[in-house]
């Protein structure tokens, strides 16, 4: 593999080391080490992966979530396979969805600071994001270093932060970027999960701020306080020396560790251009 660094603290371009090699033949060790420095990986493909190559390469790094994300009400998914996750913004027979549309108001939150399924007990590691269908202009992901925001803390808020649990709600993220309220059924099927505000990364032994827009409190604080805490924390780790953003090629294959960054979509046109990009998801644990 030829390793070329994207940004002067992390993310890294990974090219296989001839035309004849497949995802699945990938040295699993090897692109763990990459991960574990670099955090974000981004993989060229000449052609999109096809959801088989995808869930099998994923399968590579750890337990894979068969579940959707959303599950709204009388929706139907547009994909067969449980592990890929449809980050489109298509209805189940491939039309652009209409600007009223739950499904793509919800979507249109991922455009905030987030990291994938912290609203969960059992966390995301990898995520894994594959490029079909791209819109000509928008649409690219930007990824936020963690570590690197952690290490940049003044002291004094390392030491208020240090010991926080805080409270992660799908929900929260969904409302706060103007998406509808759920109904009950909805609402019930994604609890909110608690979880320390810091950790360390198992395979840097660096320490990380654990932060996504789905907090919606400081657990033991006013609501009010907390929300203000990680304002500026949010506020703090997306200056632009932390930040890479990706601007996508069909067929990339982006993969990044969810314990060591944020990310969000950039804007694009999404009532007339359509975007297929599909997400396999890497567990703590299976679910
Ligand atoms: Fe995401």
Known sequence: ?????????????IDPPDLAWRPTDAPTAAIHAAMDEHAVAVFPNTRPLDDATHIAFSRLFGPIQRTPVLQLTGKRERLAAP??????????????LPDNDKRLLYKRANQQWHTDMSFHPVRATYSL????????????????????AWAALPEAMKQRCESLEVEHSYWHSRVTAGGPEPDEAERQSRPP????????????????????????????????????????????????????????????VVMWDNLATMHRATPFDDTQFPRDIRRTTVREAEV
């Not at 593999?1 to 371009?13: G, I, K, Q, S, Y």
């Not at 592990?83 to 652009?96: K, M, P, R, T, Y």
């Not at 930007?142 to 570590?147: H, L, P, T």
């Open 129 to 148: 994001l594959s490029a079909r269908v791209i819109p000509p202009r928008g649409a690219e992901t930007e990824f936020a270093d963690m570590r690197a």
């Open 1 to 13: 593999m030829h390793l070329t660094p994207l940004h002067p603290l992390f993310a890294v371009r």
């Open 83 to 96: 592990e890929i996750i449809d980050q489109s913004n298509l209805d189940q027979d491939g039309n652009i």
């Open 193 to 252: 999960a608690r979880h320390r505000l810091v950790h360390r990364h198992f395979g840097s032994g660096r320490k990380v701020l654990y932060l996504a827009s789905h907090i919606s409190g400081v657990v033991g604080w006013p609501r009010d306080e907390g929300q203000a805490l990680i304002a500026e924390l949010m506020a703090f780790a997306t200056q632009r020396q932390f930040v890479y953003r990706h601007e996508w090629t069909v067929g990339d």
